[in-house]
């Protein structure tokens, strides 16, 4: 089943939930986000219904869709936060989010950072390098604390997705290297303002295989033996995110219960609190892209162009991961054509969709990219002199501003001129 259930025609118009896609173009203008409120919530809810039998705590992943607003309904539901960067842990204490709720993870923390989230109270910094642990407890120590750190492993298992999501091999940068543990832990006996509370691991994103997570939880659960054996009591497990979503009806993606059957036979008698970070499982099929068709036109080999408002600097997806995103016109049309939908960027890596079968809408007339939640508006950017877009969050048949669209004041004002 495809699973963008809260984007359905009324009548022949699109909606979200109770709201018709033109109506918000109408009012907010587009390029403009759409995202569910109630797909949050099923999604969120679905994610704890398939581990309900494992104590466990979800951190969302922030990276996928950082708005406030996703941030706090996501929060509300009680997930926690995983953050990335200074940044996002600003974002998510600034959504209510509280500081026991949050791990912090990254490879490349700067000092300020790490001052930042230690002195905000974080559940758990995740370490990934000998380097990091030794500043993380130099400014610790610095700062009078004690910091709760987890070791990210980098358990060299190369899950089959993208190349650019791919995380838990040995030859990315990712985590440290099982052959580095001993000397990690050894570490622990002469840095005295670290106590390490959790392992950790993130092996790659979309991952259909349940085989690649079994494969990595068994390394990390050898890791967690020989901690043990070393008197470590390792309070937390964090599995990472990764769990994939249906992007393409062609190819749906591995129901979230399967990854669950696998795992809690695993992971229950470990005794261990649980941590999932997933991103893109909640937030993906929340959201759509909604855009103007500005052109229509043919070149002399009879190929067909849909040029519309959104491009490559509102959902980069489909230009650095050759992602698939499915396209529906908001007016149902009779007809069909086959066409690229390409943007306005001077970039020909500027499309949404190639050679893709679609309602033959006319200028004027709108189209919903979907699927468009995780790693959409987050990765936008102001290439070209482009205003990154509004985003509007539904709930029934209420609708929102939760970001307005950039002005070109603002394209300017961090420019000393
Ligand atoms: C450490 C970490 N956790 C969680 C995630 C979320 O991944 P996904 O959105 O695939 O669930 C990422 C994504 O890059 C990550 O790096």
Redesign the pocket.
């Known amino acids: 089943m495809f699973d963008t259930i809260q984007f359905q025609y009324s009548g022949e118009t699109l909606a979200c939930e109770k709201v018709k896609l033109d109506e918000l173009a109408a009012t907010y203008g587009t390029p403009l986000y759409v995202t569910s409120t109630q797909s949050l919530v099923d999604s969120y809810q679905s994610f704890e219904r398939a581990f309900a039998d494992l104590p466990h705590f979800t951190c969302y992943?922030v990276?996928?869709n950082f708005n406030l607003n996703v941030i706090s309904t996501l929060a509300g539901l009680g997930s926690g936060c995983?953050v990335?960067s200074g940044g996002e842990l600003y974002r998510a204490l600034k959504a209510g989010v509280k500081p026991e709720k949050i791990v912090f993870?990254?490879v490349g923390k700067k000092p300020e950072e790490i001052a930042y989230a230690l002195e905000s109270g974080v559940l758990l910094l995740?370490a990934e390098s000998v380097s990091e642990l030794r500043a993380i407890d130099r400014i610790a120590g610095e700062l009078g604390k004690n910091a709760s750190v987890a070791i990210?492993i980098n358990p060299n298992v190369t899950a089959e997705t993208h190349p650019y999501?791919t995380?838990g091999d040995s030859k990315e940068k990712?985590g440290i290297d099982e052959a580095e543990l001993a000397e990690v832990f050894d570490l622990f006996g002469t840095l005295k303002n670290l106590s390490l509370r959790g392992l950790?691991m993130?092996i790659?994103?979309?991952?259909f295989d349940t085989g690649y997570y079994v494969e990595a939880t068994l390394k990390l659960l050898d890791i967690f033996n020989s901690a043990k054996d070393l008197g470590f009591g390792i309070e937390f497990l964090d599995i990472?995110?990764?769990?994939?979503v249906t992007y393409d009806p062609k190819k749906p993606a591995t129901p979230i219960g399967h990854f669950a059957e696998k795992l809690i036979p695993i992971l229950a008698p470990t005794g261990a609190r649980i941590i999932f970070?997933?991103?893109?499982?909640?937030v993906?099929n929340a959201s759509v892209l909604l855009t103007r068709i500005l052109y229509r036109k043919r070149n002399h080999t009879g190929k067909e162009f849909f040029v519309v408002d959104a491009a490559m600097t509102e959902l980069i997806r489909p230009a650095l991961y050759h992602s698939h995103h499915e396209i529906l016109s908001v007016k149902r049309h009779d007809t069909t054509i086959v066409a690229d939908v390409v943007g306005p960027v001077c970039e020909s890596s500027d499309f949404l969709a190639r050679h893709r079968e679609i309602d033959a809408a006319g200028e004027g007339e709108l189209l919903a990219v979907l699927s468009a939640g995780?790693?959409g508006a987050v990765m936008s950017s102001n290439y070209n002199g482009r205003l990154r877009p509004a985003e509007v969050l539904v709930s029934g048949s209420e609708a929102k501003l939760v970001r307005r669209r950039d002005t070109y004041e603002q394209l300017v004002q961090n420019e000393v001129f």
């Open positions: 992943s990276k996928a995983d990335n993870a990254g995740k990210r999501i995380t990712f950790d993130h790659g994103s979309q991952i990472g995110g990764g769990f994939p970070e997933p991103g893109r499982f909640l993906a995780a790693y």
